[in-house]
């Protein structure tokens, strides 16, 4: 499944050590490029402050409407009706492909710009509404990473967005704690 609308949002990163640390990685000029890139971004240079604003937008709607189908199994009507209007603002040509018998016809953007790549990004989460489990949707069980995750395990039980990271810290501290507990001393 394609995962853009969770990564733009989890590019609000946020010390998983709990250091307080936060960078906004619209704002990293390498994630930033990698990330359009990997959307079908066409543009040679990157977005200046006002398009990264729009992504920001974009980033907080699906942040928006990730929670409430957290929260409540549903989207807001003001919500879809804004994501509507993202993939609404990104146009596509169809092209008929082939010859000899074989046919096809491909979706292809009328232009490479931020418009296209904004529309990629709600594509992707309008394609888990659509054939996806919006029930599958979590923040990661590390109050300090806040990451969203699409929980693709077979049961259901991915509780971190990276076992080896978040996962381990959070058992590591847990474990720690037990063994401070257990070597206190109980009042009588």
């Known amino acids: 499944m394609n995962l853009l609308w969770a990564d733009l949002i989890n590019s609000d990163w946020h010390d998983y050590r709990g250091g307080g640390g936060r960078e906004d990685r619209i704002e990293n000029d ?32 699906l942040r928006c409407l990730a929670l409430g189908l957290m929260a409540t199994g549903t989207v807001s009507r003001r919500n879809l009706l804004a994501l509507r209007r993202t993939l609404a603002e990104a146009t ?15 979706l292809v953007p009328a232009s490479g710009d931020l418009a296209h790549v904004m529309g990629e990004i709600a594509n992707s ?38 076992a080896a990271e ?23």
């Open 30 to 61: 390498a994630w930033l490029a990698n990330f359009l890139a990997r959307c079908g971004w066409a543009g040679g240079r990157l977005p200046g402050s006002d398009g990264r604003e729009e992504l920001r937008r974009l980033r907080a709607l």
């Open 92 to 106: 596509v040509v169809r092209r008929l492909e082939g010859g000899g018998g074989r046919w096809s016809v491909s």
């Open 125 to 162: 989460f309008a394609t888990l509404l659509v054939e996806g489990d919006p029930s599958r949707i979590k923040v990661c069980a590390n109050s300090d990473c806040g990451w969203v995750i699409y929980d693709e395990s077979r049961n259901r039980t991915r509780r971190w967005c990276e």
């Open 166 to 188: 978040c996962g381990n810290l959070i058992n590591v501290r847990r474990f720690r704690r037990r063994r401070r507990q257990a070597r206190q001393p109980t009042a009588p």
